[in-house]
């Protein structure tokens, strides 16, 4: 079976230019969840997705963070402009039955961003 | 809110050594507990789950036991290999949150021969 799949793998970039991850969860699961990973900070959720609709974005850092999810095969989280700091392993997660169940999230492999 | 808290790490352990990292959450309700495992440069891949009180999740010889009384979630191994070097992370969900996830700060474990 199909995993959660990430695209790019990798993404070099330079300050200021736009960026866009994408995202296609496992078929079938209805809620999809976007995550960034760095040393300093850990694992932080930055927002999530209920059957395509967006329930919670108070962990996107700031205005410069946006995601999509224009129908239940995928999503988007771009960054623009982008920042240095921005950098960092930007991982996608979705999961089966929503509110309810006890259903794991299955992670992506992630995407390693670097902003120069 | 719910809050999940790891043993600080890193933990160093030498081969065939016994494996304990606790955890210990704060949630309201009946949540269900997760432990997560991350090999370097790779995502979180789940390694076992309990979802009510007393239960054991099991998994490659890992095991956790979900207890209420003390909300912990302690992640045990007999005698781990080199192999099991990576970051281990804990995590609840409770039933009202669309499948959303609570970690903990995870905890990096490195296993030498």
């Known amino acids: 079976d199909a995993g959660v799949i990430q695209s790019p793998r990798h993404e070099v970039t330079e300050m200021g230019q736009e960026v866009t991850l994408r995202c296609k969860p496992i078929s079938g699961h209805n809620s999809l969840f976007w995550y960034r990973q760095t040393m300093m900070r850990g694992l932080e959720l930055l927002i999530y997705?209920?059957?395509?609709?967006?329930?919670?974005d108070s962990g996107m850092p700031e205005d410069r963070f946006s995601a999509k999810m224009p129908n239940a095969s995928f999503s988007t989280l771009k960054i623009q402009p982008s920042e240095p700091r921005d950098s960092a392993v930007y991982f996608c997660a979705s999961s089966p039955q929503g509110a309810q169940g006890n259903q794991p999230q299955h992670f992506g492999d992630g995407t390693r961003l670097s902003i120069l | 809110g719910d809050s999940v808290t790891q043993m600080e790490g890193p933990v160093t352990l030498s081969e065939e050594a016994f494996l304990t990292i606790n955890c210990t959450y704060t949630?309201?309700?009946?949540?269900?507990l997760f432990w997560y495992v991350q090999y370097p440069g790779e995502g979180l891949q789940l390694l076992l789950k309990?979802?009510?009180?007393?239960d054991k999740g099991s998994n490659k010889g890992f095991e956790a036991t979900y207890r209420k009384e003390t909300t912990s979630f302690h992640l045990e191994k007999g005698s781990v290999q080199v192999s099991d070097s990576a970051v281990y992370f804990c995590?609840?969900?409770?039933?009202?949150?669309?499948?959303?996830?609570?970690f903990g700060q995870g905890t990096i474990l490195t296993v030498h021969p």
């Open positions: 949630a309201t309700g009946y949540p269900s």
């Open positions: 995590a609840l969900k409770d039933g009202t949150s669309y499948g959303k996830l609570t």
């Open positions: 997705f209920n059957n395509n609709v967006p329930i919670d």
């Open positions: 309990a979802t009510k009180a007393d």
